[in-house]
């Protein structure tokens, strides 16, 4: 398949994916849609609500009985809200200077997508009782800093390049996680969850490493 066909399916299985990630049974029909994607800098992904608006934030009430989730749910929603909200900043800070129109697609859906996971797993994520404190560490510092400051200071011809480099390498360690929880997990919607992340991230990291 053409890679370009293989871009645009994607984009649409991505914008699907994010747009299940709040209630797996609910209506595709009237379930909002991802929020569009937002302009570098708007907003620092790091904290609560960056990059979601009204729109793609989860619906009202959709959480999870924490007594339904075990510690590895927990810690794994956790991880996640951390790697989603460094996707955001990776994604953001390099979009204002991508010169490849296929590439500006992909990272556009990339972050509408984690958006809107961001919001579905911060409303799962318990506030109190075992587990919660794990919940409240918002991994700061997650990641290679090492990777942000590489795009910081690429040249305008070479950030492309660098992108496809950062945000592969990002994206393969989340479906490695994902990977692992859909093995041990015990909440059958975190589970889901993570099998989607699983797919999707895999995906990207093929489109973005140009494999065949």
């Known amino acids: ?100 129109d296929a590439l500006r697609t992909l990272a556009a859906a990339i972050e509408a997508t984690e958006a809107d996971e961001l919001a579905a797993m911060r409303g799962w994520l318990p506030t109190t009782g075992p587990g919660a404190s794990a919940a409240a560490h918002h991994h700061e510092g997650h990641g290679d800093d090492a990777a942000l400051d590489r795009l910081r200071t690429a040249p305008d011809a070479d950030v492309d390049r660098v992108l496809r480099e950062v945000l592969a390498d990002h994206q393969r360690s989340a479906a490695d996680l994902a990977r692992a929880q859909i093995d041990v997990g015990r909440n059958e919607r975190v589970r889901d969850l993570a099998r989607r992340i699983e797919q999707s991230r895999t995906a990207e990291v093929e489109l973005l490493r140009g494999t065949p």
């Open 1 to 100: 398949m053409p890679r370009r066909t293989r871009l645009a399916s994607l984009v649409a299985a991505l914008l699907l994916t994010g747009g299940c990630a709040g209630s797996p049974t609910s209506n595709s029909s009237t379930r909002p849609q991802p929020a569009p994607a937002s302009p570098a800098g708007d907003a620092d992904a790091g904290s609560p609500g960056a990059g979601v608006s009204g729109a793609g934030a989860a619906p009202a009430g959709d959480t999870i009985d924490a007594a339904t989730m075990s510690g590895i749910d927990v810690v794994f929603l956790s991880t996640m809200v951390g790697h989603s909200e460094r996707t955001l900043q990776i994604v953001r800070l390099a979009s204002d200077r991508l010169r490849d």
